[in-house]
């Protein structure tokens, strides 16, 4: 089962390593605001998940089960940050409003999040189920 978890987790760096892409390319204006004059949530915001992408993705490479914390963490907390904090995150002056359709984009990261989280966490759950019959 660890087999299977270490391959869930190349899927999961995948993912990671393109929001690292996504929060580098914020951050160097690509993404059609100036980083620089963004709101101070939204710079923090990139600074933390790059840090925790980039725990995640090095995690897996090294094999190391750190990228599991880093990916828990990262996960759940943009799950609230997605859903119940939603409003918070895109209440920003009216040069930074985000378009309406924009908020699909947030749902589609509240389910991929869902779904990782499930599907790590049986593999989780499975693996140590797997490793107590063995014993």
């Given amino acids: 089962m660890d087999r299977t978890l270490r391959f869930a987790g190349y899927g999961i760096?995948?993912?990671?390593?393109?929001?690292?892409?996504?929060?580098?390319?914020?951050?160097?204006?690509?993404t059609g605001f100036d980083w620089l004059s963004a709101p101070l949530k939204w710079q923090v915001l990139d600074l933390v998940y790059l840090a925790l992408d980039i725990a995640v993705v090095a995690g897996v490479v090294m094999a190391n089960r750190i990228w599991i914390v880093a990916f828990g963490i990262a996960a759940t907390s943009q799950l609230i940050l997605y859903t119940a904090l939603r409003s918070w995150v895109l209440d920003v002056p009216k040069?930074?409003?985000?378009?309406?359709?924009?908020?699909?984009?947030?749902?589609?990261?509240?389910?991929?999040h869902t779904v990782s989280l499930a599907v790590v966490g049986t593999l989780i759950f499975l693996s140590k189920q797997t490793r107590r019959a063995m014993s």
Avoid: R, T
């Avoid at 760096?13 to 580098?24: D, E, M, N």
């Fill in 95 to 112: 040069a930074f409003a985000v378009p309406p359709e924009s908020g699909s984009y947030l749902d589609g990261l509240v389910a991929f």
């Fill in 13 to 30: 760096a995948a993912a990671y390593a393109y929001g690292a892409c996504v929060h580098v390319a914020n951050m160097a204006g690509l």
